[in-house]
């Protein structure tokens, strides 16, 4: 696992990989100044059947503009910072082509000044945190961009520690959880390709495609803790989440507490969205899998390859929770 240190120590910045749960504890640390530097560069994903597919996306480097040699990653890195906090985004174009990138992560009160960037500009972009799971983003070339991969996490610890948003919202371990999917036709020619027939074939979570017989992807937790799931859908699709064996409290939707939380087996996190839900395990755990107890995506996208295949590869969208 690679992790990179943000110029504020204030602030996390935690590399997703998919191959091992993501595990982060709330934080009650004073408000602060942060700065984070962002690079979007192309690079490529490796996908299950030994396929690569190209990316654009996003990478953090130390210093603002600093994007030669840097490498993106998908999802882009998950952005933690505390509620207070001032926070200052410096994110450099450096996509290949003549291109106009935007940063945006809807819930967001930016403050006010340039959104987009240039080929080979920065912008500087800047708010005051507010607890929540937002998705930040660039939908620029028509959506071609999030689409190629110019997306991921932000998430904001609410100053109450232990908890999500306050009262009521309480846990021990949280994992971000960013659902998104990969057509390979399009990833090869993002500019020149018709939208009308994208397809997509590879589902991930936090940029990863389960493919068995690797061991999958999971989030620890112990027996009688609870522990917050943090949605965030950078499909084109809504999805449903669905978690054998146990319940999802649902506690907020778009950075937002609900009024009225509720239980679900299966949770739909529209296109764009973010969801907080919290799974409080049993203090004996008793999974149906010996892998523990699968969230996974509910439409069934649990194969990996095109379906013209004779066998499209088991796995896709899942992930366990285990001790």
């Known amino acids: 696992m690679r992790t990179f240190a943000f110029k504020k120590t204030r602030a996390l910045l935690v590399l997703v ?16 100044p942060v700065t984070i530097n962002l690079c979007a560069v192309a690079g490529t994903v490796a996908l299950p059947g030994s396929v690569t597919a190209p990316i654009w996306g996003f990478a953090q480097v ?86 190629m991969g110019l997306y991921g996490a932000l998430v904001v610890n609410s100053a109450a520690a232990g908890t999500a948003y306050g009262a009521g919202t309480e846990y021990n371990v949280s994992a971000p959880l960013v659902l998104s999917q990969v057509d390979v036709a399009f990833n090869a020619a993002p500019d020149t390709f018709n939208l009308y027939t994208y397809n997509a074939t590879y589902w991930l979570i936090n940029g990863q495609a389960y493919a068995p017989p690797a061991a999958p992807p999971g989030i620890t937790a112990a027996g009688g803790q609870k522990l917050l799931l943090r949605y965030l859908n950078a499909g084109n699709d809504n999805t449903s989440m669905l ?34 839900a919290i799974v409080t395990l049993p203090a004996t755990l008793t999974p149906p899998s010996t892998n523990g107890y699968p969230l996974y995506n509910r439409q069934l996208h649990l194969t990996n390859g095109p379906l013209t295949t004779p066998t499209p590869a088991n796995g896709g969208a899942v992930i366990f929770i285990h001790s």
Request: charged share 10%; net charge negative.
């Open 17 to 32: 990989v998919a191959s091992a749960g993501m595990v982060l504890v709330g934080s009650s640390a004073s408000a602060a």
């Open 62 to 147: 130390a210093t603002s503009g600093a994007c030669t040699g840097a490498t993106p990653t998908l999802p882009g890195p998950v952005l933690t910072v505390n509620e207070g906090d001032v926070v200052t985004v410096n994110v450099t174009n450096a996509l290949p082509g003549t291109r106009t990138l935007t940063f945006e992560a809807p819930g967001v009160a930016f403050n006010a000044g340039p959104t987009d960037a240039a080929t080979g500009a920065t912008v500087t972009r800047s708010f005051t945190a507010v607890a929540g799971t937002y998705l930040y983003q660039s939908s620029g070339d028509a959506g071609r961009q999030e689409a």
């Open 243 to 276: 978690l054998l064996g146990l319940h999802q409290h649902v506690v907020a939707r778009s950075a937002r507490l609900l009024n009225n939380p509720f239980d679900a087996d299966a949770e739909t996190i529209p296109a764009g969205g973010t969801e907080d």
